[in-house]
């Protein structure tokens, strides 16, 4: 699969097969997210990868959406605001744009295991707070579930987006 194809055939999938990935894919997955760009490479993440049943049901708690549950894996990536680079001319922090850099290399990376993925922000951050399963001070962005997609997906399908014509300027 070249990089067009890659990102033709990435799509959000919300129905899962409850069979574990296997080893050798999820672990080229975390290479990814190990081999992103981050400002000032200061890499200021944790990749926390779930699959153990007893921190997927916290897991669950923190999002109310049940197609979720039969997912056999969950991938985030999380950080601390003072381990990422801060621009000093206006007080920028990289933090968010450096775990979703992360975040999106290994969703790509599982696109090309045929291993499906939902970017998923809208959880309850409280509630992912009080799993205990993150250090206090580390933040969220987005997490995604891991898992072979429990029905056919349509790789030739489609996309709806605006015309990119529309979102896109010469100068
Ligand atoms: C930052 C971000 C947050 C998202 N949050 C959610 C979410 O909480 N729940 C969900 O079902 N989908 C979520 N999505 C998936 C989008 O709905 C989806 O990417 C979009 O509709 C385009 O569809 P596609 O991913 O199949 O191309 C999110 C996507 C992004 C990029």
Redesign the pocket.
Known sequence: MNFQQLIRQR??I?SYDTRPVENDKLHRILQAGHLAPSACNRQPWTLYLISKPENLKLMHQCYS?AWLYDAPHILLAAGQRNAAWTRKADGYNSLETDLTIAMDHMILAATAEGVGT?????FDPEKLKQSGLLKTDEIVF?LTPLGYPAKETDSGKQ?IRNDLSEMVVYL
């Open positions: 799509e959000s919300r959406g939902c970017w998923i922000a809208n987005a996309k």
